[in-house]
């Protein structure tokens, strides 16, 4: 971990010259942030864009960070290519993720790389399943796949909860779409690695029952 490879330089560089600009610019951050009504207006470019804007920075340097940490497992396993397809990919998945959650509220907004980085942090847990991670305020060491099951089941829990102003949403469509993406460059981590496969998927099988319920 932590391993600073060209592509993850690219996007901390792309992260911050456009957070930069929305954080003096409104109207720059203004059209183009995730928002419910101007995604339904057609304003498809969102779903992308609200990816490299941030609230403030420490909200840029929280991802940031987090992206420079597991960025290079996922890097080393799949290449450039492979990268970008799960970072982009994670980052439409959450947005995605969000809008069918809030499609009926015009004014719900968000903007941030969370989602993207969720899926490089569940992409790296398929790859590493092993490695010993630190869970909020949790001062051990715990099993990375531990850590993607309680993260996710933390992220349900401020979905229902609505806990604080976070996209808890953007961040469990991001690791859906880690999850998804990964599995289907690299299938044979269903032969090394299938118990893992199945815990790392129990969460999201619990959104998907919890929202048919009506329960979140």
Known sequence: ???????????????????YKGFNDY???EKYKFNVGGIQRGE???????????VDMQHLLFNMVSLYFFAGSVA????????L????????FGNLLSL?????EYHYSAV???GAVSGIIYSAILFRPDMSLYMFMIPIPIPAYLFGIGYLLYSIYGMKNRIGNIGHDAHFGGAIGGYVITLMLVPAIFQTNLLMVVLLALPIVLLFV???MGKI
């Open 210 to 212: 919890m929202k048919k």
């Open 27 to 29: 109207a720059f951050f």
């Open 100 to 104: 069918y959650f809030h499609k009926n």
């Open 85 to 92: 397809a799960v970072y982009i990919g994670s980052l439409m």
């Open 112 to 114: 941030g790389a969370s």
């Open 44 to 54: 498809k470019i969102r779903f992308f864009s609200a990816g490299f804007l941030h």
């Open 1 to 19: 971990m932590g391993k600073l490879d060209l592509i993850t330089i690219v996007i901390i560089a792309a992260n911050v010259i456009i957070s």
């Open 76 to 83: 080393s396993a799949l290449g450039v290519v492979g990268f």
